[in-house]
């Protein structure tokens, strides 16, 4: 008896033994689990062994660039390390990429990142997922420096077939099903779906256009716009079709936004939206796709967007490691809960919030996101763009201005002029009397008078780049925003830029010329946009009586200092000088500031205001799908924009019915606007139209410049 006794004390302790372990493991797999994931972003390294033993030349070459390429290697280094500290917590097993992983596809570069990723990969038991950026596949700037010297003779370009060899065991290696294009297509190829632990489904796509099938020019060069071909369109409604079928939750990652995530994306910054995007976002929310992970736009966002069907997706786009603020991402799924509710828990972390970065003489960096701000923005300075706005010019507009002062009669000098002056002109122009300040402690910049156009600039680029933009707070912004719509500041852009070019040519007899032009091909492409910009450009009301008809009908010296004062202490008088101004042509040249300053104002508000899905629900939230959205009952308007279905912080874990969030259920305040613009102003680089986006739309110059560019 004793001796059976154990032994069936030993056999219900086996069976205890066997339901207690095997079943829930082997049952973890396909059932409904938590799921954290880590995001890492537009990482877009460049290996420090390739610029060269003196890599002053290589960090001079890219001083107009915003990426810190010089330190990309040690973001991604301690980003990883980072994850890896939190994984022992939470138990995260993927990491995942949306794109832009190198520099300029450089073959370097894509070899090192998989090299690291592996590694992390083989430390760390997480799998790493990535999915390939507009910068990553066929880019002619593809570029090495190891002589000291920008040699870029296509030996460092990365091919389609390239990238999918380096990366075949990050991503490719647990592919559930891959895309295969149709015969002589390449649009989307890099694209596959893995199924993750928790009864996930991941579908990876490649929005990029890389291949003659699909760019441009009809070019195997890559496009900076994003696309998705009808046959990939397929692809993806096939697996979330599949993985609907499966009782699998659906997570989407590509690197171009799905959602527009202010409205500058709807017209001048076109090409960070996909194509055709609120097509794209209703085929894949009605797929049951409900949250899509993307980068590209070099800034942290959520947005969301609501089909005719009542379906949400939520776009949740992840900053540039490599860029200001420098930050990576972690998110935790639910998918547990029976009614079919998913949430998503995400947290947003600087790259070095566990550890620090050296600089070139190998100092520590105490906090890289001021670091890197004030290295781009301000070289030492206190609230001076100054030295990027030069580094702009000196890139992007120096040859095109030469030659067109050289066509009118300038001396390569006074061309030079030009353009200095009007950085500095109007960097300096004031746009508000309520000195900016709110910065001054976090960054360093700061106007303790009045208002610049820089300090304008700079805070539209920090709302931008970090997301939970809440400008309540400041004073100055706000007025600044104010002042650019209704106030005087285009008529002073537009005499700011009037003086600096006469100053420099006066006396010239193709000054008037040089002066129309620019400012009349500027103002044709503003008048292009503004036709379908969300606000009707309104006439100025004190127009009527505007300095211009004063100054050239010989006005009274009390006349003349009225106009001084409209023009906002600008002395008009200079207009006088130029030969052959009469009052018609003046006239035609001053015909609209008023639509330069709503532009102005426009750009500074899609940068700053976001209440798309709310206000500051961008970093550290939980964003939460519960089923349709019935649309709201007041007016037939259905909801196109800025709704959640119920929003907690993670920091309170407070609930916020959706009625009760700003923006909710009044589309027009938030990020999307109702209508896709179609305007085709050439963008050379992300960083030159965010940053001189919000002055050069005012100033017309630059838009000329570009446009002069491509011509040559
Ligand atoms: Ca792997
Ligand atoms: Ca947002
Ligand atoms: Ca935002
Ligand atoms: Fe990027
Ligand atoms: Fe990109």
Redesign the pocket.
Known sequence: MKKSFKSILALALCWIMVFSIIPISSLAKSKNAKLAIGIISDPHVYPQAYMGDDISKFVADYRADTKQFEYSEQLLDVALNTLAEHAKKNGMKYVIMPGDITKDSEICAHEAVAARLEQFEKDTGITVLVINGNHDINNSDAVDYRTGEAVKDGSQITTPEKYLEIYKNLGYDVAYNTFTPPKGAKQGMMSYSVKLEGNYRLIAFDSNCFSKDCTKKGEEEHDTRGMVSEALMEWILAECEDARKNGETIIGMCHHNIVA??DLENNVLNEFAIDDWKDVATNLANAGMHYVFTGHQHSN????FVTDEGEVIYDCETDSLSSFPHDFKEVVFDNTDKTGKITADYTTYRADTLFKLKDLEGNTINDFAKFSFRKVFMDGGNGDVGPYFDAIIDKYAMNTIYSIGEKIGLTEEQSFNVARDLVTNLKTLKVSDIPSTKFKDEIGFYDEDYGTLDSAICSAWYYLSC???NIDDDEFIKDAIEQCRHGDVGARVVFTLLKTILENASGNADALGFVEEIYTSGLGIYSGIAGNLPFAPKANPQKAESPDDAETTGETEAQAEESTKKSGGIDLSILKKIPGMNADTLKGLLKNPSLVGQILGYALESMCI?????KE??NNVTHIYNGKIQPSNEGEEKPTEAVTQEVTTSASNSSVPAANIPGASNPGT??VSQTRIEVEPKVPSAELVLTLGACALALGVTAYLRKKKEEA
């Not at 966002?301 to 969301?304: H, I, Q, R």
């Not at 976001?610 to 709310?614: V, Y």
């Open positions: 995530h202010h966002d959520v947005a969301s997301g939970d933009e976001d209440e798309n899905p709310g629900m961008d938030g990020g």
